[in-house]
């Protein structure tokens, strides 16, 4: 990685330098830095204020109606005034969407049972860069941008921890 980063720092370095313009920096600073922090706050004031989801947008549709017209992203994006915006934000922010400060304890501990796995899985039998390959993305992309129950599911989270699992028995 730090090969891969030193790349990065020189490339905005010599964009800086021949465009004469800040713009590249400025760009990887506030998409790495200053929007996803922006975003969760943005979860927090909206759902402090306005009805959480409970769920109903995936599986508690069952029980609960959607209190939403359009999907939650779309929503904190028009709260911010941007209403092209699909404003995703990762599992600190959907957890709070749901329930509150519960949600983000729930999410806490379920990603922490997955972590926990994975860690036990590398300590006992399976190379850490077998686990890491497999489940780095995932983790990103849960911390970063998407509800936890969607990289569970659909990234395929559960399918991974359950697959290391049984490869630490092999």
């Known amino acids: 990685t730090v090969p891969l980063s030193l790349s990065l720092l020189v490339l905005v370095a010599w964009s800086v330098e021949v465009y004469d313009d800040g713009w590249s920096i400025g760009l990887i600073v506030r998409r790495a830095f200053i929007l ?19 769920w109903s947008n995936s599986f508690g549709n069952i029980f609960l109606d959607y209190p939403y017209g359009e999907t939650v992203g779309r929503v904190i994006g028009d709260f911010r005034g ?9 599992f600190l922010s959907m957890g709070y969407a749901h329930a509150g400060g519960y ?19 590398v300590k006992d039998r399976v190379p ?27 990234h395929g989270l559960v ?8 490869l630490r028995f092999r």
């Open 103 to 121: 949600g983000v304890l729930l999410y806490s501990i379920v990603l922490a049972i997955c972590l926990r796995i994975t860690n036990w899985v």
């Open 82 to 90: 941007e209403p092209n915006m699909n404003a995703n934000s990762g």
């Open 36 to 54: 996803p922090a922006d975003l969760v706050f943005d979860y927090f004031v909206f759902f402090e204020r306005y009805p959480k989801v409970y």
């Open 159 to 166: 399918l991974l921890v359950l697959s290391m699992f049984i």
């Open 128 to 154: 850490i860069w077998i686990v890491g390959s497999v489940v780095s993305i995932p983790i990103i992309n849960v911390i970063t941008s998407t509800d936890l129950t969607v990289v569970l599911v659909t």
